[in-house]
């Protein structure tokens, strides 16, 4: 099945959580990808808070997989900053394979952010975002 952002931010938390478990990891992604922050998931309050996100502080990332890096585009300007090393690893959700964006060695502002991504249709990613152990939210990416 091919998904689309508005499937996402319409399903909750726990149907979110299974699409993840059931994903491949996939390749590590190359180029820019739009991003969806998806908060307080299925709740009318979802798409509201993703587009004051979207619009204000995050607005996706830009992979460079040759060099296992991304930048993330934040600010209303799609500013290149904040940058996670990108590599395969085991998931914090399932301990099966998933893309790990890893911020601890990389970033001051969010070196206590790993996020985690699966392969959820064609050149369309579905994210988790952990604080430290503390799961916080998911998003998506669309190349």
Known sequence: MAYDVQQL???SQQQLDDLFRASPAGDIPNGEAEGTAIIAPGTRYTESIAKIINFFGWQGKVFDAEKGVLKNKVTPFGVE???AKVGKG???LDGKECIVL???ATSLVAHWIRDEIR???PDFYLGKVYWGKERLI???LKF
């Open 81 to 83: 900053a904040i940058v």
């Open 138 to 140: 998911d998003f998506c």
């Open 90 to 92: 085991e998931s914090w």
């Open 9 to 11: 931010l319409d399903m």
């Open 119 to 121: 392969l959820i249709s």
């Open 102 to 104: 890893d911020y601890s």
